[in-house]
Structure formats: structure tokens, C-alpha cells
């Protein structure tokens, strides 16, 4: 095929440009991060949750449920399982989902809502479905019941969605206000797991155990110490917030021991593989470089250290800043209550490339950035 433009064209020339992701303002983002740096745990005076998964399934669900009661009941949550069997699973998971809302709202108590499926999942039409042989459910059917913020029987409900399958991440595209967050074993790309390594599962589960010792945990203490246990080849998990500033507080439970499990619901022990300061990302600032920088310094020294963030570079383009930065997983699953972060990369180490200290460098506007990084 013969192009009718010449080789020294213009619009052949031209530099590919990257996106950056949306452009931010300083006071918003402030104001926004702010309220999550002041948010505190609420008091939950009843906890349950609903654990799904197929009947006759073959990927490990059953144990990787029975893993998840162990991990619950150490926080006092009161855990009801429901496998899914019948002809028409999603209008009956649903219904079942409703039941126990229903239930917590004619309660009248402060509720915490943890629904968990392992499993198959498939994607069909850009949609997420829990699967079994020929047998779907669609994961709105649960969604619709967990998260409508406009119905009364979850108003006093806060959730923690944790789903343990292939694609989960295609369960968080959606906001809603209440307090909900989703922790899904990869993102909605990646298949879940190998069967003969360890599961995503039994990454919580270890994770709760070298947590032990304190009072209570949030989910993004939990989140940290997750992906600190990833071994090298499985997928990065999720923890996103679908609405709320207000974290979700696990208590652990006096009487809670280990020793009072079975052995064989008890997971191999699993060697943690990342350190804890291994991440980077971009965030992209509207404003003049050296103003927005001097001020942005100011934002992260006044935050409190578990959402502390390092500057490893930053560049001016023609009308905003972006900066390369490093935190930790616990502080990304805070700051990304509030605000959406370009993930670039987990690090294994140092910066390849030894550089002095950032200073703020011009580009022209959108063009491929490249600097100090981490890895």
C-alpha cells in the first residue's frame, strides 16, 4: 500500500506522545488527602460474612474457604458459607446476599460486610463472571446487592469485597460513597494463580499471622503485608476503594489462637519476596514547576508516616509537573482512597542509575519521561 505522504512529513516525524494521566490540582489534592490522613476505624458491633464457592470445583476453593474462616474468626466474624449448586446460582447468591443485608439492617448495629469467593472466573463482553463447568454467575448480580448506596438495608453497612479468582480486578471499576473496598487476588488482565503454588488466600492468611500482636489492622496494613509475601511470578493484587475515607478496622479477638485450628487448614509457610518501600508511581500536578514542587514537598512532609511518599524525580512541562514517587504499598492504599495514581512498577532494589539529588527538569509537554526511578 502506497502512503501519499513522503517520508520527511510532519505528521510521520512527530513524537509518540504518552499520556499522563489526569492533571490534579495542589489545594484539591491536599484537601483530599487531608481527609484521609485524619479518618479513623469505625466500631463495628457486628461483623459477618458470606464465603462462596462451586460445588465439585477443582481449583482448591474448598480449602482456600476453609483458610478464610481461620483468617475471619480471628477478628471476630461471624462466617456463613454458601455453595453455589442450584440451576440458576446468580439469582440465588444474590437473594442470599440481600437476606444477610437485610439482616444486619433490621439489627440496627454498626455492620462490617465481608463477602468472599474463590474460584473460576471468566470474562465474557467485558464482564466478570464466577464460573463452574457451564455454569456462570455475573459478579453484578452480587455487586447490585453489596454496593447500591441508594437502598437503606446497606446504609449502615461497610464491605470488604475479597475475591480470589482470575480477573477480580474488573470488580473495581465503579465509585460509590459509602465505605466499600475490594481485594482482589490480580488485576482484571491476569489470570489468578498457578494450583500448585501458593494461593492468594493463603497469602492473607500469613500475612494476618505476622500481623498478630497488635490491637487491631486495617485493610491496607493488611494489603502491605500481602504483597510483601507475593512470590516473584504472581500477579500483583488489588485493594481499591470504591467509596469512603474511613478505614476498615480489623480487631483481633483475645480468645483468637491458632492452635485452635485444625493443622490441616493451615497453609505452608511463605517467604516474604519484596521489601517494604517498593513502589513507584506518577502523579501528575497542575501548576508552575519549581511553586508546585517546593509546595508539593510541603504536602508529604506534613503527612502522617504511613502515607509518607518520596520524590524521585519530577519534570516541567508546559503547564504542570509530574513526579515520579515512592511509597509504600500501605501508603498507595491510602493515597489511592482519595486519588488515582499511575502505577509504573514494583522495584526489586536500587536505582540502576546513580544520580544525585532530583531537581526539577523541563520536557516538552507529554513527552516519554525518563530519570532516577528505582529500578
Known amino acids: 500500500m502506497t502512503s501519499s505522504q513522503s517520508p520527511t512529513s510532519p505528521s510521520l516525524l512527530a513524537p509518540i506522545l504518552l499520556p499522563l494521566g489526569p492533571v490534579r490540582k495542589l489545594p484539591a489534592l491536599k484537601a483530599e488527602l487531608e481527609k484521609v490522613a485524619i479518618a479513623r476505624g469505625n466500631v463495628y458491633i457486628q461483623k459477618v460474612a458470606l464465603l462462596v464457592y462451586w460445588e465439585n470445583e477443582n481449583t482448591g476453593a474448598k480449602d482456600n474457604t476453609q483458610t478464610m474462616i481461620t483468617i475471619l474468626e480471628q477478628f471476630g466474624i461471624k462466617c456463613t458459607v454458601y455453595i453455589l449448586t442450584d440451576a440458576s446460582p446468580g439469582w440465588s447468591l444474590s437473594q442470599k446476599v440481600r437476606d444477610m443485608l437485610i439482616q444486619c439492617h433490621d439489627a440496627t448495629l454498626n455492620t462490617m460486610f465481608v463477602f468472599y469467593y474463590a474460584g473460576n472466573s471468566t470474562m465474557h463482553d467485558g464482564k466478570l463472571f464466577f464460573s463452574s463447568g457451564g455454569k456462570r454467575v455475573k459478579w453484578c448480580f452480587v455487586s447490585d446487592s453489596l454496593f447500591d448506596e441508594y437502598e437503606e438495608v446497606v446504609q449502615r453497612v461497610d464491605t470488604l469485597a475479597i475475591l ?13 460513597s459509602k465505605t466499600t473496598q475490594i481485594l482482589a487476588a490480580c488485576d482484571s488482565n491476569n489470570t489468578a494463580r498457578a494450583r500448585k ?17 497488635q490491637p487491631s489492622i ?3 496494613d493488611w ?13 500483583r493484587s488489588v485493594l481499591r476503594t470504591l467509596g469512603g475515607t474511613m478505614p476498615i478496622n480489623l480487631v483481633f479477638q483475645d ?12 497453609p505452608a509457610r511463605v517467604s516474604p519476596h519484596l521489601s517494604a518501600k517498593d513502589l513507584l508511581v506518577r502523579l501528575t500536578l497542575h501548576g508552575e514547576g519549581r511553586e508546585v514542587t517546593e509546595a508539593f514537598k510541603s504536602l508529604i512532609k506534613d503527612l502522617p508516616t504511613s502515607m509518607k511518599a518520596e520524590i524521585m524525580d519530577a519534570y516541567e512541562t508546559d503547564q504542570s509537573v509530574f513526579f515520579i514517587l515512592g511509597m509504600t504499598w500501605k501508603a498507595w492504599a491510602l493515597w ?18 546513580h544520580k544525585g539529588p532530583a531537581e526539577v527538569q523541563q520536557v516538552g509537554e507529554n513527552l516519554p519521561f525518563c530519570g532516577k526511578g528505582k529500578g
Not at 494489603?223 to 500477579?235: F, G, M, T
Not at 480468645?255 to 493451615?266: C, E
Open 197 to 213: 503454588t501458593i494461593s492468594f488466600t493463603q497469602r492473607m492468611y500469613h500475612a494476618v499471622q505476622t500481623l498478630k500482636g
Open 164 to 176: 480470589d479468582c482470575c480477573f477480580a480486578g474488573e470488580a473495581t471499576r465503579q465509585r460509590i
Open 255 to 266: 480468645t483468637a489462637s491458632s492452635a485452635t485450628f485444625s493443622s490441616s487448614r493451615i
Open 223 to 235: 494489603y502491605e503485608e500481602i504483597e510483601r509475601l507475593k512470590p516473584r511470578n504472581a500477579p
Open 336 to 353: 489511592t482512597m482519595v486519588v488515582d495514581l499511575d502505577h509504573i512498577g514494583v522495584t526489586l532494589g536500587p536505582s540502576l542509575i
Open 218 to 220: 486495617t485493610t491496607a
